[in-house]
């Protein structure tokens, strides 16, 4: 059994390696085609990971990353494609910063309550593209693209100044949310900065996801509704009612994963607010193969690339380098895993049949004629 | 004249060889796939290659294909001497093959079909048109050049596929399974094309466990068992069971019964169940039956006679636009599938693929599905992998799965494996009923009679079975009690003691119904009087 044990996690990894390789390797192939030294950007961004302050801001942009990415990558993990994670984090942090900013309740109560806004905004938002799947078909990618584009409408009305907006200087924001919904960072010292507090919230996700998935009979219901809908609607999995379900946790998933930044930094929502994690989301969901660890290594890689290529702009390379290496990474994920899975899958059949044909030729060796159920089994 | 030749010198014959394969050895890492393989195909002959899953027949094949090097040995092509290192070698020396699962792109015309990959021979417009016309004509295959494949029936494809093959100018064709997706008639039809291609001149290898079919088609067999070859036998004068046992090695099981054990205690009762499609036309219309504990019903039907829809009513997939379903007094018509799973309907499916597997997913979890809310495989609302683990080894022991492990995934078994696990799985949970649709399909002998052990095995322990299966023996010798669909509706109903095959197949074309008279009259709702043994055409067993 060993064996294959070592085999899942040759093959686990041997996509994502070949990808990251293959991603580096042709965005060398641009550099040099564009006449520029086809390492120094690598060495530049790699000693940024020295600096702590870079490595704060690594792990804070991660966590809002590793949020986003779990509910995509729920979603990913029942043939769902949650494209709306960006418009539902959006939506979930403007409403739950009103929130905060028109009630004051004592803090243990206004934490929870916060969260909780954000996590049913972003399952309303969601809802409702899993409403109209289940109950007209519609597909879960236009409608949650199209409610991309609703919300951005819908924040700006909301934070229009006869709604709910607050001028602020150039920043139209929803106003400084009440101090007691602020959750405190731990500070690694005044020149280092600090780590957002709802890191921890991160990293339960993390856990609570590989629980649910791996550790529950729903779990079971919804990775069989991906793996084949036939098979698990034959097994009793009721698909609309899990279709509804997986939408509504991608989303209020999703509606958590700016509050990080919220909660621990902005304290306010205004247009500085960061908007396209949700389309980030996507791509650290694929290179983490929907799995909680590798999404934190997805995380982190991505935050990475996106604050250590500003260092490369003071030595006249373009930050848009680590962009150009995020796009192909994406691209080469989806190629890599395909080649891997099909290679994977060949190599087990061929180890399956081989096995079997030893036991055979050993159990055929040893059997006396005539046993009426010994049959062959050669290697197919 | 002896039947089986196991020299395996081929019979006299003045005509060419096609292509010969000698001593062909192919070596797996400790293990020998194949073991000097002989075989001679002669020009314009069909020859069948017959053996179990898993005996070999596929590795043989992917050499001759190119797709696999052989250790030891030679292929030789129309004399000549030849060594391949892919497909497109063997597909330049006329060898072609038309893979079990069809390879075409659906959105796309059979035109476009067959010149994808092969625009240089003819280009894509009106010559390439003209060649495929011909190849149809001349081989009475009647494709239509312009139609999408995506509108065509499973035996039309399957003809643009051999089209495909000619195309590429192949003149030994392999063809793999090619009747498992076929219905009978569809079988004969593709038989006849068979006939024609031979005629031409053409060599065809047909891959089957059909032996009934092998036996009406092909003008050489040879059969192959633990990777080699064991000999071969003239279809003229050998039957069935001579070449089966040939294929296992032993004296073959039947799938006979052997005494009834029909009690008067209905589990199972349907009442004027209809299902209606989209539009309100009728897919099941006023299907009554009762099943017995201890009853196996059989249900016999062309398929896509309402067996599919029939099944999903039971399961609970569809549900009854009128009737009523009753389990052991208790009635379930509106209960969803995973309560009447619960409450101990087991299923074997019909497309274990689709159905009864993920495919991707180890072993283990597997066994847990379609059974995740009861133990040993959940603790509440807790999956216990742990329980599963344990009880899917104890599967793997008792039904004989052949696997290293259950931590292998179920779509790298084999076809008889994963049924065994399926089986075994669905008896686990002690089940009150059981729906067993086609449940030796596509599986070997071996696992075929294990499978029929534990069908009879369960049926004496009280368990109601319905049997769909469209292999006429088996609910022949299986069932206590046999019904006929055809269109939709319960036409006939048989004594399998006394029916033949012959029988039944006409009333499953609609041309008898009601009772097929054989012996006594019985009652078609009522169950019939304890079905007699059914008289074993010998005594196998």
């Known amino acids: ?380 | 004249m002896c039947a089986i030749d196991a020299s395996s010198s081929p019979p006299q014959t003045e005509r060419a060889t096609a292509v010969e394969l000698a001593g062909i050895t192919k070596r797996f890492p400790g293990v020998v796939a194949n073991h000097d393989i002989r075989l001679r195909v002669h020009e314009g002959t069909v020859h069948a290659l017959v053996g179990e899953n898993g005996a070999g027949k596929s590795t043989l094949m992917k050499i001759l294909y190119g797709m696999q090097k052989p250790d030891e040995g030679t292929i030789t092509v129309g004399g000549e001497q030849v060594s391949f290192s892919s497909p497109a070698d063997a597909i330049a020396r006329g060898i072609g093959m038309v893979h079990q699962h069809f390879m075409l792109a659906d959105n796309l015309t059979v035109l476009e079909n067959v010149v994808l990959g092969s625009e240089k021979l003819h280009g894509i417009g009106g010559a390439a048109r003209r060649r495929i016309v011909e190849i149809s004509e001349r081989y009475g295959l009647g494709v239509r050049p312009d139609a999408l494949v995506e509108d065509l029936g499973v035996a039309d494809r399957q003809r643009v596929e051999i089209l495909k093959v000619l195309y590429r100018g192949a003149r030994i064709l392999i063809l793999d399974e090619p009747t498992a997706v076929l219905v009978p008639q569809e079988v004969d039809a593709l038989f006849d094309n068979l006939r024609e291609l031979t005629s031409e001149g053409l060599s065809v290898i047909f891959i089957s466990h059909k032996l009934g079919e092998v036996l009406s088609v092909a003008d050489d067999i040879t059969v192959i068992r633990r990777g080699t070859t064991v000999g071969t036998a003239d279809p003229k004068s050998t039957t069935p069971r001579k070449l089966a046992e040939m294929m296992v090695g032993s004296e073959l099981p039947t799938p006979e019964t052997a005494e009834s054990t029909v009690t008067d205690r209905p589990v199972l009762t349907v009442d004027s169940l209809r299902l209606e499609a989209e539009g309100g036309r009728a897919v099941l219309d006023d299907i009554s039956f009762t099943i017995h504990a201890g009853e196996v019903l059989g249900i016999a039907g062309v398929e896509g006679n309402g067996q599919t829809e029939l099944i999903e009513a039971l399961i609970g997939l569809a549900h009854a636009d009128s009737g009523t379903i009753t389990l052991d007094g208790e009635e379930i018509t509106s209960w969803a599938t995973r309560r009447r799973r619960e409450s101990g309907i087991g299923y074997i499916p019909e497309d274990r693929h689709r159905h009864g597997l993920l495919l991707d997913a180890p072993l283990w979890e597997n066994r847990i599905l379609g059974h995740v809310t009861e133990k040993p495989n959940a603790n509440g609302f807790r999956l216990d992998p742990k329980g599963a683990q344990a009880d899917t080894r104890r599967i793997v022991e008792q039904y004989d799965v052949r696997t290293p492990g259950i931590d292998v995934t179920a779509g790298s078994l084999s076809g008889g494996n994963q049924q065994k696990l399926i089986v075994g799985r669905e008896m686990s949970h002690a089940p009150r009923f059981l729906i067993a649709a086609h449940p030796t399909r596509g599986v070997d002998v071996g696992a075929q009679a294990a499978i029929w052990d534990v069908i009879r095995e369960a049926r004496r322990e009280g368990l109601a079975v319905l049997l769909i299966s469209a292999d006429l023996d088996e609910l022949i010798g299986l069932s206590d009690t046999l019904r006929v669909i055809y269109n939709g509706r319960l036409v006939a109903d048989a004594d399998p003691a006394s029916v033949t095959p012959e029988e039944l197949g006409s009333a499953m074309t609609g041309a008898a119904s009601g009772h097929l008279e054989h012996t006594e009259p019985a009652e078609s709702a009522a169950p019939a009087a304890p079905a007699a043994p059914a008289a074993p055409k010998d005594e196998a067993r």
């Open chain 1, 1 to 380: 059994m060993k064996k294959f044990d070592k085999e899942r996690v040759l093959l686990a990894v041997a996509g994502p390696v070949m990808a990251l390789v293959a991603a580096i390797l042709l965005t060398s192939v641009v550099l040099l085609v564009s006449g520029r030294n086809p390492i120094e950007p690598y060495v530049i961004m790699a000693e940024q990971i020295g600096f702590s302050d870079v490595q704060v801001l690594i792990v804070n942009q991660a966590s809002l990353y590793y949020i986003a990415a779990l509910a995509v990558a729920l979603g990913f993990r029942m043939n769902l494609f949650n494209i709306g994670v960006d418009g539902q984090y959006r939506l979930a942090a403007m409403v739950t910063a009103v929130v905060g900013a028109h009630v004051a309740l004592p803090a243990a109560l206004q934490v929870p309550l916060l969260l909780l806004v954000a996590v049913c905004t972003g399952a309303f938002w969601a809802g409702i593209a899993g409403l109209l799947k289940v109950t007209r078909g519609v597909s879960e990618v236009v409608a949650t693209i199209m409610l991309n584009s609703i919300a951005t409408a819908l924040i700006l009305y909301l934070t229009q100044k006869d709604t709910w907006g607050v001028q602020s200087g150039n920043n139209m924001t929803t106003g400084e949310m009440h101090p007691s919904g602020w959750i405190p960072g731990i500070s690694l010292g005044a020149d280092t900065g600090e780590l957002y507090g709802l890191i921890f919230l991160a990293v339960l996700l993390g856990v609570l996801y590989w629980l649910v998935l791996n550790r529950t009979r729903f779990g079971f219901d919804l990775r069989a509704s991906g793996a084949s809908p036939e098979a698990a609607a034959a097994s009793g999995v009721d698909a609309k009612r899990m279709t509804l379900t997986a939408m509504l946790i991608s989303g209020g998933v999703a509606g958590l994963s700016g509050l990080p930044l919220l909660l621990g930094d902005a304290h306010t929502y205004g247009l500085s607010f960061p908007a396209g994690l949700g389309f980030t989301a996507i791509g650290i969901a694929l290179l983490g193969r929907n799995h909680p660890g590798g999404i934190a290594f997805a995380a982190l890689l991505w935050a990475f690339l996106d604050k250590a290529s500003q260092e490369l702009d003071f030595y006249d390379y373009e930050k848009e380098i680590a962009t150009i290496m995020q796009g192909l990474i994406v691209f080469a994920v989806v190629i890599s895993y395909e080649v891997v899975r099909v290679w994977g899958l060949r190599r087990q059949q061929k180890r399956v049949g081989e096995e079997l044909a030893a036991a055979a030729a050993s159990a055929a060796g040893k059997s006396v004629k005539g046993d009426k159920t010994e049959k062959e089994v050669a290697a197919r």
